[in-house]
């Protein structure tokens, strides 16, 4: 059976809301919950971001499910830093925790000031950061002069297992690539023959773990009420790689975004009032080889959303995978 998770998006919600939310997944049924890692949200009418680390600490104590997070060292986060924050979760909560690393967004990197790589300078700088966080979960003393600049780091509190480290990954390209280093690999919904791309990529190349996959869903009584919903808070979705790596405000994936298509926005969330039919939908998604499947809906009331998912959208979804 597919490991079904919740999505807790902290660009649309207070810290302390999404928390409830969080615990009231567990409690719906969900199997585990994942979050994003953002500086600032992708449009203003989202209009939050929380520190998505203190929301993980706290998460973790008051759940008993495993939560995850989608991270980005190098440029924002230095490697150390994030291995660290890593290593403490790992060691409170023995089996919970683990992140998805990625090589990130201008959107929240810009801050530092630094310069915005290139794609191919971003994951030789994630493929760094990954080593040198693996090197320290182990115990050894680091010290690494590339892409990222680490002085005789070591960590001390260590977990007795260390949490596992699974690539982001969009394209087939890149989940070729990860193969390599992660653990498993995390990617989000998009053209089924697409996403079958990204996974015979990550596994003809060796690629090991669980295949983790997000999936947007507006959630509503009525058609219209979701696609409402879904044309407020994730227009931005039209917005497809590279153009979304290099856009810096929220402000800007809304003028990239314009006047959005119907047609193209229900072609990167599932609009959806009918709990048959989004289980259907989801399934097929899950069938094209993924272990564990995460739900967000798009909205920032979750209430409605995590009612239905507990009666109806998760045992009609369960009988199909």
Sequence with gaps: MV??????????LPPSALLDDVCRAEEAGFDGAMCSDHLAPWSPRQGESGFAWS??????????????VVTAPGQRYHPVIVAQAAATLAEMFPGRFWAALGSGEAMNEHVTGDPWPTKDERNARLLES?????RLLAGEEVSHDGHVTVHRARLWSLPSVAPSFLAAAVSAETAGWAAS??????????????????????????GRGP???QVHVSWADSDEEAMAIARDQWRHGVITPPRTWDIEQPEEFDGAAGQVDDEALR???IVAHDPDDLAE??????????????????????SGFLAA?????????????
């Design 3 to 12: 490991f079904i998770g919740f999505h807790a998006s902290h660009e649309q």
């Design 55 to 68: 929301g993980l600490g706290a998460a973790l104590a008051r759940t008993r499910f495993p939560i995850g």
């Design 130 to 134: 990954a080593a040198v966080m693996r």
């Design 181 to 206: 280093w992660a653990d498993g690999l995390a990617t989000v919904a998009q053209a089924p023959d697409a996403l079958r791309g990204v996974v015979d990529a990550y596994r003809s190349a060796g």
């Design 211 to 213: 295949c983790v996959l």
């Design 267 to 269: 072609g990167a969330v």
């Design 281 to 302: 939908r989801v399934g097929e998604l899950a069938a094209i080889g993924f272990d564990r499947v995460y739900l967000h809906h798009v909205g920032q009331e979750q």
């Design 309 to 321: 998912a507990e009666t109806a959208i998760l045992p009609r979804l369960r009988e199909r995978t």
